[in-house]
Every structure is written in structure tokens, then in C-alpha cells.
């Protein structure tokens, strides 16, 4: 049911709406860029201190206003389709609250400030920021469509995610982390695409994108079983590995494993038993467990690495 509106007047409510397209919820996905300095914080081959945790801060600013600017233009892609959604037309977009100009203007805004910014912060961090638009356009245009793909292409750019905190920070970047934040990511997407499916097959969502049409639900479960496990199995590798306990000092990272471990079953809970698997990023922000999980396990982490090093 198409439920256009008209454009509010004022400019604080266009404020308002505008924001909403912007999506800040979505941010805390930008979070991942931290993950490189929090681990190099521990390594005692390299020179890391709270500075260089300091300088993420703005790069994180700017990776949300790339990705913000994304969003706006995936959204004014999708606005026809998003009309026929019981729950995207709601979108400022799709309902018509932010006009398609108004929504360009501000999608390039936001690219013509970022990424000059990026590259006067850090060219090497410019040129990864750049490479993940690049990704996401490619996503948004056409490879969305595509069943499975769309659920890879989104852990990548987690994984792009990732390797931009490593690039501005010039560190390197274990290649288990890597492999831990593509698994986390696909495993978080495939919730999402399993929720979406249950949606429509219950007939709550009786338009949705192309992709699900070719999703399966026992399939579904099945892949999303193998990448928690194998989630789980990297990082228990990862902590053990002798070229972590050589870099940290210690074993002791082993002891985050259970950690590691509850916010998965968390997140599982809430798919399975309570129907919340449709937005990680709020679930991020909401779900009392999960937070506190996060915090726990990041607390452990730079406890650990500071007893380690001494710092």
C-alpha cells in the first residue's frame, strides 16, 4: 500500500526525518573499525598506546557518513519497492517525508566531506573507505539480488571494516581476526535473511526482495548452525594460536572463549524464541545480554592485555 506524504514544511521536522534516513542505529556497525587497535593494544611487538585508539574516533565519524550516504541513495533505489513493505514504507524516503533531492544532495554531501577528510586523515584508510562504497554500490545495484552472495558480500564489508581501522593505524591485522569478523558477520546476516523468510512464509512480509524468493528455511538453519560453530572454532584456534600467545604474552585470551560463545547462543535465543533476528544493529543496542556481553568481553580483553604487557 503506497502511504506517500507530503513533505513536512518546517526544517526541524525535515531535520528530524532526515536523521532517521541517515539510519545512526546502523552505525554501531562502524564499531569493528576499533577491533584492530584493541588487539595491537596487546601485542608487545608493536608501540600502541590509548593516542592511537584516539585517532579512531574521527575515522569512525567518517566511515558513518560514507555509510550514511549509502543508505540514502540504497533507499532512493528501493523507494518504489519499499512503498509495497508493511514496515519499509515507513522509511522517511519511501514514505515521502525526505524528497529524492533532498536525500541526493545530502548522500553527496556527505561523500564530498568524507572522503577528503579520509585521505588527509590517513590515505591508506581513504583508499579501503572508498573500496567499500565501491562494494555497497555493487550491492545495492545488483548483488542483492543474488541469493547467498548478497549474505557474503555483507560480511565483507565488515571484513573492509575491519582492515580500514588496521590501514589507518598502519598495524597488522591478524588474518584469523579477519576470518573471525567475516564468520560473526555472515552469521549475523543470515539470521536476518532466515528472519525475513519466516516473515513472508508466515504472510506478514508478502513483498520482499528477489533473493529471498530463493532462500529455504531448513537450509537456512543448516548454514547458519555451520558458520556459528565454525565462528566459535576460528576464534578458540585464534586465542591458541602460537603467534597470539608470542604477540600478547600469555594464553590467557583463551578465557574469553566462553564470552565469545553466550553472545552467540544470545543471539540464537533471540532469533528462535523470540523473533528478533530482522536488525542486528538493534539488537546491538537493546538487548540487555548482549550488552552486557560486549562489555564484558571488552573489559576482559584490555584487562588482560595491559596485565600482560604491563601497561
Not at 568524507?114 to 579501503?128: H, T
Not at 557474503?152 to 579477519?178: D, E, K, N, T, Y
Request: hydrophobic share 50%.
Amino acid at each position: 500500500m503506497n502511504i506517500t506524504q507530503t513533505p513536512p514544511r518546517s526544517w526541524k521536522t525535515k531535520g528530524q526525518y532526515l536523521l532517521h534516513a541517515l539510519r545512526p542505529a546502523q552505525w554501531t556497525k562502524n564499531s569493528i573499525l576499533f577491533a584492530a587497535f584493541v588487539f595491537a593494544y596487546g601485542d608487545r611487538s608493536l608501540n600502541i598506546t590509548w593516542q592511537h585508539g584516539l585517532r579512531v574516533i574521527p575515522a569512525f565519524i567518517l566511515f558513518s557518513m560514507a555509510t550514511s550516504a549509502v543508505y540514502l541513495c540504497n533507499d532512493l533505489w528501493d523507494r518504489k519497492h519499499d512503498r509495497q513493505h508493511p514496515t519499509k514504507r515507513h522509511r522517511p524516503i519511501a514514505a515521502g517525508m525526505v524528497t529524492p533531492k533532498l536525500a541526493l544532495a545530502t548522500a553527496c554531501l556527505l561523500l564530498i566531506v568524507s572522503l577528503p577528510i579520509a585521505a588527509l586523515l590517513s590515505p591508506p584508510f581513504a583508499i579501503v573507505l572508498a573500496a567499500y562504497l565501491g562494494l555497497q554500490i555493487l550491492y545495492s545495484g545488483l548483488l542483492k539480488n543474488i541469493a547467498l552472495l548478497d549474505v557474503f558480500i555483507i560480511a565483507s564489508g565488515f571484513v573492509l571494516r575491519a582492515i580500514a581501522g588496521a590501514a589507518l593505524l598502519q598495524i597488522p591485522i591478524s588474518p584469523w581476526l579477519l576470518i573471525c569478523t567475516f564468520l560473526l558477520a555472515l552469521f549475523l546476516a543470515l539470521c536476518k535473511r532466515r528472519h525475513e523468510k519466516a516473515s513472508i512464509e508466515a504472510g506478514a512480509n508478502a513483498r520482499q526482495r528477489i533473493s529471498l524468493q530463493k532462500y529455504d528455511l531448513l537450509l537456512t538453519d543448516q548454514l547458519i548452525g555451520i558458520v556459528a560453530a565454525a565462528t566459535i572454532v576460528t576464534y578458540a584456534i585464534y586465542t591458541l594460536w602460537p603467534d597470539t600467545i608470542e604477540k600478547f604474552g600469555s594464553a590467557q585470551l583463551a578465557y574469553t572463549l566462553p564470552i565469545v560463545m553466550f553472545g552467540i547462543f544470545r543471539y540464537l535465543d533471540l532469533l528462535y524464541r523470540e523473533n528478533k533476528g530482522d536488525r542486528p544493529e538493534k539488537v546491538l543496542l537493546t538487548d540487555l545480554p548482549i550488552l552486557g556481553t560486549i562489555l564484558v568481553y571488552g573489559v576482559v580483553v584490555l584487562t588482560l592485555f595491559t596485565k600482560c604487557n604491563g601497561q
